[in-house]
């Protein structure tokens, strides 16, 4: 056994969406540098230009834009990938946003565009590129990774409505998922992503230090952590694992007594 190869992506081809930036960046990095040909795929072009230019310098990484809020926009990206690749070995669904407002005030834009890209695109992108994933799992399996969030396992002290359900609703749609495609040989597992530096979650990156204080490993999540999270489930490494979702969090979900929301 080489264990080194298990964790090899050498001649695997990933798409990662929302991935210009933040965990999806993270998520790329890793990938380009254990050896797979990389699709950076996010609304803002020149963002996706970007970092597919500075990713670049580790491997094989690419540029290719599009907008996965609506069911046209997954339709889209999907054809486009068609036109340039004949199959998909990973897929990471990673575009998200969340919103956040009082009980009494929180608006149905809030509600809809969360839902939308968090849980709605996920499944329709996958539904679109079933076909390539097919493709990819002929000679080996092939990985779609959601990612989730510790806010669809447990409670953080915001009001944060649609982005609990979208997450939560990830996670047990992964698994129904999984249950469907496996039978292709696509295996679809989720992360949940504790306290990480992004654009999205401020707090841990403007105020690390004290967002670390309420986590059990006293610190925040570092692009590492991420990266090896997300090569593990696309590696040969986690071909035993079907539905999961790993929680990358430092032990918040599982491993925290009380005290206050790190994320």
């Known amino acids: 056994m080489n264990i080194q190869n298990l964790f090899s992506l050498e001649g695997r081809v990933a798409l990662v969406t929302g991935g210009s930036r933040g965990i999806g960046r993270m998520i790329a990095e890793g990938f380009v540098k254990s050896g797979a040909k990389v699709y950076v795929s996010s ?5 996706c230009d970007e ?16 907008d996965v809020s609506t069911v046209a926009g997954c339709d889209e990206l999907a054809a486009k990938f068609a036109r340039l690749e004949p199959k998909l070995d990973i897929l990471v669904n990673n575009a998200g946003a969340a919103w956040s407002a009082p009980f009494d005030e929180f608006p149905e834009s809030g509600w809809d565009k969360v ?4 849980l709605k695109s996920p499944f329709f992108l996958t539904k679109a590129l079933h076909g390539a994933l097919k493709a990819g799992a002929k000679d080996r399996h092939a990985k779609v990774i959601n990612i989730a969030s510790i806010d669809g396992i447990r409670l953080n002290p915001w009001e944060t409505y649609s982005y609990h359900a979208s997450k939560s609703g990830l996670i047990y749609l992964t698994r129904r998922i999984a249950a469907t495609l496996v039978e292709d040989g696509i295996l679809v597992n989720a992360i949940a992503p504790g306290a990480f530096a992004s654009e999205m979650n401020r707090t841990a990156r403007d105020h690390g230090e004290a967002v670390a204080k309420a986590i059990p490993t006293r610190r925040i999540g570092a692009p590492e952590d991420m990266a090896a999270a997300a090569i593990y489930l696309a590696s040969r490494a986690g071909d035993y694992v079907v539905g999961e979702t790993i929680a990358v ?7 925290s007594i009380g005290g206050p929301s790190p994320s």
Request: proline share 3%; charged share 15%; with cysteine.
């Open 249 to 255: 969090d430092g032990g918040v979900a599982f491993a």
């Open 51 to 66: 970092t597919a230019a500075e990713l670049s310098a580790y491997g094989q990484c690419l540029s290719l834009p599009q």
């Open 115 to 118: 839902m939308d890209l968090n």
């Open 43 to 47: 609304r803002k072009a020149a963002a």
